[in-house]
């Protein structure tokens, strides 16, 4: 937490003494929960479902039951930057919890819609409130902080439903997975261990200290998960576990988690892709990585392409959409030339003989490529569907892939006369004509 | 201040602006900059398509090849003002 973090910490404190609704001007209140703030109320209610739905899930994976925590104090806040949508690449906080006031403060980042608002909110939201569930289930957990953090970070991924309808919690976490892995690279064992070692033993300022905050967070999400997933039972059985444990059991589990960290992440995604109910989040978060293994990735991704269509047609498009986000990357481990233009050949079949959601989804996640002209044809071909989203999708694609100039403006592609829309799709088979004669 | 301005046309709808900038500036002045050139007509019509209503400008700020900042504005209905301001990316740290 830095300075400003505290200085809004202390007031939150006074707000809390005073009453925080007489202090901001928006709230809702629940027996679950209080939230208040001053944004406009529509978000401040979307919020609140945010936050009806992470207790909902918590309350089951703490295995609550009967029992009931208290109820959080929760305060939605916006910076000056946010408001104006002015983001910075710097790393701030996004929230903290004061546990003796059951206070949770939210200020995540903005983005470019209400709904990717939302979507960021959500893991502000969760992270935060997991602290909440964890201290007050378990009040021996609040002095240590690097568990308070790592299962905190574990439970920022957004529950996946399993086929029997249950919320299953993923508790990977990538980045922090990359940046511990590269930590160990970077320090070496011995280094590394003392680093661990002292994360293990450090209080609240030891924890934030600017210098290895990052990496403090990362070791905390590897160690805790490590251990989360060595240890049977259910989720609410593993952390009382977790919670129980002493600092020389800690150091006993301290050569198997440097042997798994030192493993490539692309192994720990390969496990996780390998469990039916995580597969598609697993393989969504897989593309984040920085080196892909792309035959690892691949072995799960080509078999619900083949379900593309027919039972899992859903499915079948969103893995469609993953196999683009693949094929938009400059370089992927382990493919060879070929196998890539096979793929790229597929993709650019669906996107004529696909579906309409497929054609859709798959041109709105192309990217310029090495392989973006054997997307073209087909994309201009597009601009003449008979589905307004399609031709909006292609139109989109094509400014992206392309250099010729085109009318992006979706409301063209939707509304505007056939005639009108008719001239620009012959500019573009002209365009076409011109380039494969000069080929 | 700019050092240079260049207007780019990547679409017929979209206007493109690379500003060069000796030194970084504030998170707002990009935006607040910003929104002063687009009250200046000319830059908010494509010349070589003048028929075209603009959908979407960028102004993106630069310190020699080092990108500093973007600023997207988009105009959701044609011919509607002022361009509604998407999002501002500041890459690099405000002075």
Not at chain 1, 30 to 36: E, H, I, K, N, R
Not at chain 1, 366 to 372: A, I, N, T, V
Request: some cysteine.
């Amino acid at each position: 937490m830095n300075s400003r973090a505290l200085l809004t910490a202390l007031c939150s404190v006074l707000v809390t003494m005073v009453g925080c609704s007489s202090l901001y001007r928006h709230s809702v209140e629940t027996d679950a929960f209080s939230l208040y703030g001053d944004n406009d109320p529509e978000r401040l209610e979307r919020l609140a479902s945010v936050v009806e739905t992470t207790m909902d899930d918590f309350d089951v994976l703490f295995e609550l039951g009967e029992a009931r925590i208290p109820p959080p104090r929760v305060i939605y806040e916006e910076d000056d930057l946010s408001r104006a949508r002015i983001y910075t690449s710097e790393m701030r906080q996004e929230g903290f919890y004061l546990p003796l006031l059951r206070l949770v403060h939210l200020s995540p980042r903005h983005y470019s819609n209400l709904d990717n608002d939302l979507h960021d909110a959500e893991r502000v939201v969760r992270h935060e409130l997991a602290h909440h569930f964890l201290i007050q289930r378990h009040p021996a957990s609040g002095s240590r902080y690097w568990l308070n953090e790592g299962v905190a970070c574990a439970l920022e991924a957004p529950f996946v439903t399993d086929e029997d309808g249950q919320s299953l919690a993923p508790l990977y976490h990538q980045w922090l997975h990359e940046q511990a892995h590269l930590a160990l690279q970077r320090l070496g064992t011995e280094k590394f261990t003392a680093a661990l070692q002292e994360l293990l033993a450090s209080g609240w300022f030891g924890f934030h200290q600017s210098g290895s905050k990052v990496r403090n967070y990362a070791l905390s999400w590897a160690f805790t998960y490590y251990q989360l997933q060595q240890i049977p039972g259910t989720f609410a059985r593993r952390v009382e576990v977790l919670v129980a444990r002493k600092s020389q059991e800690l150091q006993f589990l301290i050569p198997g988690f440097l042997k798994w960290l030192s493993e490539d992440p692309n192994r720990e995604l390969d496990a996780l892709a390998g469990q039916p109910a995580l597969r598609l989040w697993t393989l969504r978060t897989w593309l984040n990585l920085t080196q892909i293994d792309g035959a690892l990735l691949l072995r799960h991704l080509l078999p619900l392409l083949t379900d593309a269509g027919t039972a899992k047609d859903s499915d079948g498009v969103v893995a469609l959409s993953l196999l683009t986000r693949l094929l938009n990357r400059p370089a992927i481990g382990s493919l060879s030339r070929e196998q890539l233009h096979d793929l790229r050949s597929t993709l650019a079949a669906r996107l004529t003989h696909g579906t309409d959601p497929e054609k859709q989804e798959i041109a709105s996640t192309l990217r310029r490529s090495g392989y973006s002209a054997g997307y073209l044809r087909p994309l201009v071909t597009m601009l003449s569907s008979q589905t307004p989203d399609v031709r909006v999708a292609a139109a989109r694609a094509l400014a992206r892939l392309s250099a010729k100039p085109t009318i992006t403006r979706p409301s063209f592609w939707t509304d505007a006369s056939p005639v009108e829309r008719a001239a620009e799709v012959s500019e573009w088979e002209q365009w076409l004509g011109r380039r494969s004669s000069r080929r | 201040m700019p050092t240079r301005i260049d207007r780019l046309v990547p679409e017929k709808d979209v206007l493109h602006y690379r500003v060069q900038l000796a030194a970084p500036a504030t998170p707002e002045s990009y935006l607040s900059w910003s929104q002063e050139q687009l009250t200046a007509e000319e830059s908010t019509v494509n010349p070589d398509y003048p028929d075209t209503s603009i959908y979407e400008i960028f102004y993106s700020f630069f310190r020699g090849t080092e990108k500093l900042a973007s600023v997207h504005f988009r105009q959701d209905t044609p011919g509607a003002t002022p361009l509604r301001h998407v999002r501002t990316l500041v890459f690099q740290g405000a002075p």
